[in-house]
């Protein structure tokens, strides 16, 4: 071992490794938004380094935007403002149906509603599944819409987007139209149902579903000092610490799986997530007993 060390690690090797810490450094110090928004980028199908980096940039004083149909390009984006996320990070959203969003964005001009919308884009690339991943995740919040209301007209905005398409495919005029070339601008939207919008708690789990992860309410958020004062450790430092040691953890549970013993006593196996990451927790049969009812609360200690 101690031969092999006279070249394992020689001075290129370790220079090479200077170098790269000193650029990245550098570009982290002198352009934190680029230097994070393409750290985003190369992790986007990591959950938990995604939620690690979003955290290190919310610490950095950087402002992580939604997806938004207006803005969000196929990866993560600077922007006046922050970093805003791509639309490829979308669950359920392929890169054909992005190609097809960005290219109806720059040949017809931004999208002024949910209806605006599908008129533009080919609907026969972008299905239903990819439109409620986007009213999930608040990427038609620029059009002033409610997202309890864009779900409650979707299928009518689809219904209404493919008519028209149809329409200009076959080069027919509408009574009220300026003909195939002007339809999509000359349609009036119909309007949006009065409804309240979601409660917070619940536009909080349609994005962790859209995305993998919170965006713009994390439910620990609030907690933040609590945390500290009660001296919770946040999973990202868990493998650091020695094994057989008591820590505290404060997450919200995002994933339950109950098994049964041989003995026919209920465990469960739990997925924590906190700031930082993500961590699996057992609960044996003694404690879950007294603690099953509790699994279901957003968060606890």
């Known amino acids: 071992m101690e031969k092999f060390a006279g070249y394992g690690f020689n001075k290129s090797h370790s220079a090479a490794y200077a170098l790269l810490a000193y650029q ?27 939620v690690k980096y979003i955290t ?11 997806p938004d149909a207006n803005e969000s390009d196929r990866d993560f984006t600077v922007v006046p403002g922050g970093i805003r996320f791509g639309l490829a990070a979308i669950k359920n959203v392929g890169s054909a149906a992005v190609d097809v969003i960005i290219a109806a964005r720059k040949a017809q001009g931004r999208f ?9 884009i080919d609907m026969r690339k972008v299905n239903k599944r990819v439109i409620e991943g986007l009213i999930k995740c608040g990427a038609f919040d620029s059009t002033g819409a409610k997202r309890s209301a864009l779900t409650e007209v979707l299928e009518r905005a689809m219904q209404e987007g493919t008519q028209q398409q149809k329409i200009k495919e076959a080069g027919q005029m509408t009574i009220f139209g300026n003909g195939a070339e002007g339809e999509a601008s000359a349609v009036a939207d119909p309007p949006l149902p009065d409804i309240p919008e979601w409660e917070d708690a619940h536009i909080s789990k349609l994005e962790k579903e859209a995305v993998g992860f919170y965006i713009t309410r994390h439910p620990l958020t609030p907690f933040i000092e609590l945390m500290k004062k009660r001296s919770a450790t946040p999973t990202e430092a868990l493998a650091a610490i020695e094994e057989d040691r008591e820590v505290r953890i404060c997450g ?9 013993t041989k003995r026919g006593d209920r465990m469960a196996y739990l997925r924590i997530e906190d700031l930082t990451g993500s961590v699996e927790v057992i609960v044996f049969p003694d404690l879950y007993q007294t603690s099953a009812p509790s699994f279901s609360r957003t968060f606890r200690f």
């Open 56 to 66: 290190e940039c919310r610490n950095m004083g950087i402002q992580i935007l939604p």
């Open 24 to 50: 990245t450094a550098y570009l982290k110090a002198h352009y934190a938004n680029e230097f994070m928004s393409a750290i985003l980028t190369s992790e986007m199908g990591n959950a938990d380094k995604v």
């Open 252 to 260: 919200v549970v995002v994933q339950e799986k109950v098994a049964t």
């Open 112 to 120: 002024t509603s949910l209806f605006d919308f599908c008129r533009k």
